[in-house]
């Protein structure tokens, strides 16, 4: 069973860039036909998509995020990562990492943006 854990700072200040890490397990990144999404959920939101990076490398955003989300990976370490520039208090929420096709979720991580 594929096994996905975030980690990263659980506190950001507004206009500095929130880093988050999908550390994956039982499962190479690398694997064809795998997709690696980030999704965020605000409080008393819903799920919002962030962007995904594919088994090639190959990477989609979200257009409502402009061009504030990155996300790369580290093969070696079996290893994916967010990084949002510029975050506002509005970027404060749950980020989850996910292979949402084969439905493997991480526990999630929570974010909080302020000063």
């Known amino acids: 069973q594929v096994q996905l854990q975030e980690s990263g700072p659980g506190l950001v200040k507004p206009s500095q860039t929130l880093s988050l890490t999908c550390t994956v397990s039982?499962?190479?990144?690398?694997?064809?036909?795998?997709?690696w999404s980030w999704i965020r959920q605000p409080p008393g939101k819903g799920l919002e998509w962030i962007g995904r990076?594919?088994?090639?490398?190959?990477?989609y955003y979200s257009p409502s995020l402009k061009s504030r989300p990155s996300i790369s990976r580290d093969t070696a370490e079996n290893q994916f990562t967010l990084q949002l520039r510029s975050v506002t208090p509005e970027d404060t929420a749950v980020y989850y990492c996910a292979s949402l096709s084969r439905g493997h979720w991480g526990q999630g991580t929570q974010v909080i943006v302020s000063s």
């Open positions: 990076i594919e088994y090639s490398g190959k990477t």
């Open positions: 039982n499962g190479s990144i690398t694997t064809n036909d795998y997709y």
